[in-house]
């Protein structure tokens, strides 16, 4: 268990649907990543935020979007699904604001599939 | 479990083996580099580190080598068991203005034979 919990684990909708994927960080972490990893892809980074702001934008979609919260769980909101949605969905957690000075924890993912 | 990738490269070792995984990256201005594991239905797991300054980092059973001439990367496990048959990830902390970003490679699979 890295301390980097993500719900649900697996999720299956359809097109044209919203899903919110959940994260809780490891404990005393403030900066939350977002990464998607596809078969062709590899793992993309989306989007980090820290202590509640957004911190650095990847290649994230405009009919997705996330947030941190006050209690410093982040929600990824993916919205009219399309079949190309379908992926696991990792987050990760660190201490500082900077991946270039802190290892990332990443939790197991949750594994979308758009039917 | 689930499968990481259909398309990765592959390095098949027998059990005792010392293995050699490369990577090559992008971007001249990165100064942190690592390698991180994913076994099969979890999430990437942190190895080894080293910052741009140094070109040898060793941790237990592994190290890894930095070229900056060439942007070459490669970990270096030894006596390989079969507990290490998952994907291998270098990934690059590329600095821009007022923040950085983590950039992963493609992933190779290490396949260990009892």
């Known amino acids: 268990d890295s301390g980097v919990t993500q719900t649900p684990k697996h999720l299956i909708t359809a097109t044209g649907q919203r899903v919110t994927l959940r994260c809780s960080p490891r404990?005393?972490?403030?900066?939350v990543y977002w990464y998607q990893q596809s078969l062709d892809q590899g793992l993309q980074f989306l989007i980090q935020y820290y202590n509640g702001e957004e911190r650095a934008k990847g290649n994230i979609l405009e009919r997705f979007s996330a947030q941190q919260f006050p209690d410093l769980h982040s929600e990824l909101n993916l919205s009219s699904l399309e079949l190309g949605d379908s992926a696991l969905y990792f987050c990760?957690?660190?201490?500082?604001?900077?991946?270039?000075?802190?290892?990332?924890?990443f939790g197991a993912g949750s594994r979308l599939t758009v039917l | 479990g689930e499968s990481v990738g259909l398309h990765l490269p592959t390095l098949s070792v027998q059990e005792g083996d010392n293995s050699i995984i490369n990577c090559a990256y992008s971007n001249s201005a990165s100064d942190y580099f690592i390698w991180y594991k994913q076994e099969s239905g979890k999430g990437p797991q942190f190895i080894i580190d080293i910052r741009s300054n140094m070109d040898k980092r060793q941790g237990q059973r592994v190290t890894v080598l930095l070229n900056k001439t060439v942007k070459h990367l490669s970990l270096q496990i030894a006596a390989t068991q079969p507990g290490d048959s998952a994907v291998y990830f270098c990934?690059?902390?590329?600095?821009?203005?007022?923040?950085?970003?983590?950039?992963f490679g493609k992933g190779t699979m290490l396949l260990v034979s009892p």
């Open positions: 990934a690059e902390n590329s600095p821009n203005s007022g923040y950085s970003t983590l950039t």
């Open positions: 990760a957690s660190s201490v500082g604001p900077n991946s270039g000075a802190n290892v990332l924890t």
């Open positions: 404990s005393g972490d403030l900066s």
